[in-house]
């Protein structure tokens, strides 16, 4: 028993047609794509009849493009884990000038913090749960910039409003906790 073209295409249009009335020009538009499908058939069995070799040559063109889609892959996989490597070492610098110099600079130090993270949930996502669970997470430490905008919100010296509040905060906590001048004999 061979395989029956026109009961395969009854059985997928079927439930299109129970499920919708199709109009004429649905109709048309089938009808339209049956011809291409027709008429690309016929010139493939045309090429087949001329060169009978012509379905195993297609699978080994099919074979060896999955194989190069393969490989491109591959290389992206190692591009990225490479960047994401450069991604942590250029953030752990960065930290390490910071950590020798603490009152340096902050707003450099917390855009390394968000590389870091970033890198890092790279390869969290290739490691087994729990782990991977937290790549999401790190992976938007670093899309956010969550370091760098608390930076920029905690600075009591940053221009913002955020800056200027912390700042009229941190003075009110510091004029509590003065002591109070002595009267002067």
């Known amino acids: 028993m061979g395989y029956n073209v026109l009961d395969a295409l009854f059985h997928k249009l079927k439930p299109t047609a129970g499920l919708c009335m199709p109009n004429v020009e649905q109709l048309k538009d089938m009808l339209d794509k049956a011809e291409d499908y027709t008429a690309?058939?016929?010139d493939l069995q045309t090429f087949v009849a001329a060169n009978p070799a012509l379905?195993?040559?297609?699978?080994?063109?099919?074979?060896?493009?999955a194989a190069v889609r393969d490989h491109i892959e591959s290389v992206e996989t190692r591009i990225t884990d490479i960047l994401a490597a450069c991604e942590i070492s250029s953030a752990i610098a960065e930290l390490n000038v910071w950590v020798s110099n603490p009152n340096g600079d902050n707003a450099a130090?917390?855009?390394a913090f968000d590389k870091l993270f970033g890198g890092v949930a790279h390869y969290a996502a290739k490691l087994p749960p729990p782990v991977s669970a937290y790549a999401k997470v790190l992976e938007q430490i670093g899309i956010s910039r969550f370091?760098?905008?608390?930076?920029?919100?905690?600075?009591?010296?940053?221009?913002?409003?955020?800056?200027?509040?912390?700042?009229?905060?941190?003075?009110?906590?510091?004029?509590?906790?003065r002591p109070a001048p002595r009267n002067a004999p």
């Open 40 to 42: 690309k058939a016929r």
């Open 55 to 65: 379905p195993d040559q297609l699978k080994s063109a099919n074979e060896a493009v």
């Open 109 to 111: 130090a917390a855009a």
């Open 147 to 177: 370091f760098t905008n608390m930076q920029d919100k905690m600075n009591p010296e940053g221009s913002g409003p955020h800056g200027r509040q912390l700042r009229e905060v941190l003075d009110t906590i510091d004029n509590q906790f």
